[in-house]
Protein backbone atom coordinates (compact mmCIF):
# COMPACT_ATOMS: atom_id res chain seq x y z
CA UNK A 1 0.00 0.00 0.00
CA UNK A 2 1.06 3.32 -0.99
CA UNK A 3 1.02 5.25 2.69
CA UNK A 4 2.16 8.89 0.91
CA UNK A 5 -0.53 8.90 -1.67
CA UNK A 6 -3.03 7.77 1.05
CA UNK A 7 -2.57 10.56 3.28
CA UNK A 8 -2.19 13.06 0.74
CA UNK A 9 -5.67 12.00 -0.60
CA UNK A 10 -6.95 12.24 3.02
CA UNK A 11 -5.56 15.49 3.57
CA UNK A 12 -7.33 17.07 0.03
CA UNK A 13 -10.69 14.87 0.96
CA UNK A 14 -11.17 14.21 4.22
CA UNK A 15 -9.40 17.67 6.03
CA UNK A 16 -9.66 20.08 3.24
CA UNK A 17 -13.46 19.29 2.59
CA UNK A 18 -14.22 20.04 6.38
CA UNK A 19 -13.11 23.75 6.07
CA UNK A 20 -9.80 22.95 7.66
CA UNK A 21 -7.73 26.17 6.41
CA UNK A 22 -5.01 26.46 9.07
CA UNK A 23 -1.90 25.90 7.12
CA UNK A 24 0.37 24.64 10.07
CA UNK A 25 -2.58 22.10 11.01
CA UNK A 26 -3.12 21.10 6.99
CA UNK A 27 0.80 20.17 7.04
CA UNK A 28 1.19 18.56 10.07
CA UNK A 29 -1.86 15.98 8.83
CA UNK A 30 0.17 15.37 5.49
CA UNK A 31 3.50 14.65 7.15
CA UNK A 32 2.83 12.24 10.42
CA UNK A 33 2.17 8.59 9.46
CA UNK A 34 -1.10 7.58 10.89
CA UNK A 35 0.28 4.10 10.09
CA UNK A 36 2.84 3.88 12.79
CA UNK A 37 0.24 4.58 15.54
CA UNK A 38 -2.22 1.40 14.70
CA UNK A 39 -1.85 -1.91 15.60
CA UNK A 40 -0.31 -4.05 12.76
CA UNK A 41 -3.27 -5.30 11.18
CA UNK A 42 -5.11 -2.07 11.02
CA UNK A 43 -2.16 -0.22 9.45
CA UNK A 44 -4.13 -0.63 5.56
CA UNK A 45 -6.97 1.51 7.07
CA UNK A 46 -4.63 4.09 8.49
CA UNK A 47 -6.68 6.70 5.81
CA UNK A 48 -10.14 5.21 6.10
CA UNK A 49 -12.93 7.59 7.31
CA UNK A 50 -13.51 6.00 11.02
CA UNK A 51 -12.35 5.56 14.01
CA UNK A 52 -9.88 2.62 15.10
CA UNK A 53 -8.68 0.85 18.04
CA UNK A 54 -5.23 1.61 19.37
CA UNK A 55 -5.71 -0.06 22.40
CA UNK A 56 -7.96 -0.88 24.94
CA UNK A 57 -10.63 2.19 25.36
CA UNK A 58 -8.39 4.12 23.19
CA UNK A 59 -8.73 5.16 19.30
CA UNK A 60 -7.66 7.12 16.65
CA UNK A 61 -10.57 9.45 15.60
CA UNK A 62 -11.53 10.10 12.38
CA UNK A 63 -9.37 13.09 10.77
CA UNK A 64 -12.12 15.24 10.08
CA UNK A 65 -13.13 15.73 13.84
CA UNK A 66 -9.51 15.81 14.86
CA UNK A 67 -8.84 18.27 12.49
CA UNK A 68 -11.56 20.29 13.07
CA UNK A 69 -11.43 20.43 16.79
CA UNK A 70 -7.38 21.08 16.59
CA UNK A 71 -8.06 23.86 14.67
CA UNK A 72 -10.83 24.91 16.87
CA UNK A 73 -8.54 25.02 19.87
CA UNK A 74 -6.46 27.87 18.11
CA UNK A 75 -2.85 26.23 18.62
CA UNK A 76 -0.05 28.47 18.67
CA UNK A 77 3.70 27.87 18.57
CA UNK A 78 4.14 29.49 21.86
CA UNK A 79 1.81 27.11 23.32
CA UNK A 80 2.69 24.56 26.04
CA UNK A 81 -0.21 21.57 25.84
CA UNK A 82 -1.42 18.37 28.19
CA UNK A 83 -2.62 15.64 26.09
CA UNK A 84 -4.44 13.45 28.23
CA UNK A 85 -5.21 9.99 26.89
CA UNK A 86 -3.67 10.04 24.07
CA UNK A 87 -2.89 6.00 23.73
CA UNK A 88 -0.58 5.39 20.70
CA UNK A 89 0.29 9.07 20.43
CA UNK A 90 -0.77 10.48 17.01
CA UNK A 91 -2.46 13.37 18.53
CA UNK A 92 0.81 13.91 20.53
CA UNK A 93 2.94 13.99 17.76
CA UNK A 94 0.63 16.15 15.74
CA UNK A 95 0.24 18.83 18.94
CA UNK A 96 3.97 18.84 19.27
CA UNK A 97 4.63 20.13 15.82
CA UNK A 98 2.06 23.36 16.50
CA UNK A 99 3.32 23.79 19.75
CA UNK A 100 6.04 24.42 21.78
CA UNK A 101 5.79 21.64 24.33
CA UNK A 102 3.63 18.55 25.12
CA UNK A 103 3.05 16.80 28.34
CA UNK A 104 1.19 13.33 27.54
CA UNK A 105 -0.39 11.50 30.36
CA UNK A 106 -1.53 7.99 30.91
CA UNK A 107 -2.87 6.27 33.42
CA UNK A 108 -1.16 2.96 32.57
CA UNK A 109 2.48 2.72 33.21
CA UNK A 110 2.72 0.12 30.66
CA UNK A 111 1.26 2.26 27.71
CA UNK A 112 3.43 5.04 29.14
CA UNK A 113 6.48 3.48 28.26
CA UNK A 114 5.71 2.36 24.41
CA UNK A 115 4.19 5.83 24.06
CA UNK A 116 7.64 7.14 25.14
CA UNK A 117 9.70 4.80 23.14
CA UNK A 118 7.20 5.99 20.54
CA UNK A 119 7.85 10.00 21.01
CA UNK A 120 11.25 9.47 21.02
CA UNK A 121 11.32 8.71 17.07
CA UNK A 122 8.82 10.73 16.26
CA UNK A 123 8.62 13.65 18.30
CA UNK A 124 11.99 14.08 19.40
CA UNK A 125 12.25 17.39 22.16
CA UNK A 126 9.16 17.93 21.68
CA UNK A 127 6.98 16.01 24.55
CA UNK A 128 7.26 14.15 27.42
CA UNK A 129 5.12 10.82 28.96
CA UNK A 130 4.14 11.57 32.66
CA UNK A 131 1.78 8.66 34.41
CA UNK A 132 -1.01 9.33 36.56
CA UNK A 133 -4.61 9.51 37.11
CA UNK A 134 -6.31 11.21 34.22
CA UNK A 135 -9.09 13.09 35.96
CA UNK A 136 -6.07 14.95 37.96
CA UNK A 137 -4.50 16.36 34.99
CA UNK A 138 -0.45 16.98 35.52
CA UNK A 139 -0.62 20.46 37.32
CA UNK A 140 3.31 20.23 37.84
CA UNK A 141 3.66 21.33 34.36
CA UNK A 142 1.27 23.41 34.40
CA UNK A 143 -0.17 26.07 33.92
CA UNK A 144 -1.21 24.96 30.23
CA UNK A 145 -2.12 27.06 26.96
CA UNK A 146 -4.11 24.08 25.49
CA UNK A 147 -5.17 21.03 27.27
CA UNK A 148 -6.55 18.43 24.78
CA UNK A 149 -8.93 15.23 25.79
CA UNK A 150 -8.78 12.19 23.61
CA UNK A 151 -12.32 11.03 23.80
CA UNK A 152 -15.39 12.15 24.80
CA UNK A 153 -16.49 12.58 28.13
CA UNK A 154 -19.50 13.39 30.12
CA UNK A 155 -17.81 15.72 33.00
CA UNK A 156 -15.01 18.19 32.61
CA UNK A 157 -13.28 17.92 35.93
CA UNK A 158 -12.49 21.13 37.31
CA UNK A 159 -8.61 19.63 37.92
CA UNK A 160 -8.41 20.31 34.12
CA UNK A 161 -9.92 23.57 33.40
CA UNK A 162 -7.81 24.82 36.56
CA UNK A 163 -4.57 23.67 35.00
CA UNK A 164 -5.64 26.31 32.42
CA UNK A 165 -3.27 29.47 31.92
CA UNK A 166 -5.40 32.96 31.88
CA UNK A 167 -6.54 32.50 27.74
CA UNK A 168 -5.98 28.97 27.91
CA UNK A 169 -8.26 26.60 25.93
CA UNK A 170 -9.35 23.01 26.89
CA UNK A 171 -10.34 20.96 23.87
CA UNK A 172 -12.83 18.05 24.29
CA UNK A 173 -15.90 16.37 23.07
CA UNK A 174 -18.64 16.32 25.53
CA UNK A 175 -21.89 14.09 25.53
CA UNK A 176 -24.75 15.96 26.48
CA UNK A 177 -27.83 13.86 26.28
CA UNK A 178 -26.57 11.11 24.23
CA UNK A 179 -25.16 13.95 21.69
CA UNK A 180 -21.08 14.33 20.96
CA UNK A 181 -20.77 18.12 21.00
CA UNK A 182 -17.05 19.74 20.67
CA UNK A 183 -16.40 21.86 23.06
CA UNK A 184 -13.64 24.36 23.40
CA UNK A 185 -13.58 26.00 26.76
CA UNK A 186 -11.40 29.47 27.25
CA UNK A 187 -10.31 30.48 30.75
CA UNK A 188 -10.28 33.83 31.89
CA UNK A 189 -10.70 35.75 34.94
CA UNK A 190 -10.71 32.53 37.01
CA UNK A 191 -13.31 31.31 34.66
CA UNK A 192 -14.39 29.13 32.01
CA UNK A 193 -16.94 29.20 29.08
CA UNK A 194 -17.79 27.10 26.26
CA UNK A 195 -18.20 27.28 22.88
CA UNK A 196 -19.71 24.45 20.62
CA UNK A 197 -18.46 24.36 17.11
CA UNK A 198 -19.70 21.08 15.81
CA UNK A 199 -21.35 17.58 16.67
CA UNK A 200 -19.19 14.62 16.67
CA UNK A 201 -19.35 10.88 17.69
CA UNK A 202 -16.19 10.04 19.08
CA UNK A 203 -16.05 7.25 21.42
CA UNK A 204 -16.04 7.60 25.17
CA UNK A 205 -12.76 8.39 27.74
CA UNK A 206 -13.12 5.23 29.89
Known amino acids: MDHDAARAFMVDNQ ?19 REAFLPEALKPLAYVDRALETGAGRWLWPVRDFAKLAQAAQVTA ?3 ILDIA ?6 TVILAQLGAFVTALEEDAGRAGALSARLESLA ?3 AAVRTGPLKAGWPGDGPFDVIWVNGSVEVVPDAWLNQLAEGGRLAAIV ?4 VGRASIYTRAGGRS ?7 SGVHPLP
Not at 86 to 91: A, K, V
Open 193 to 199: AAIHPFE
Open 15 to 33: VRTSDVQDRRLIHALGATP
Open 175 to 178: QERG
Open 78 to 80: QDR
Open 124 to 126: PGR
Open 86 to 91: PGSGYS
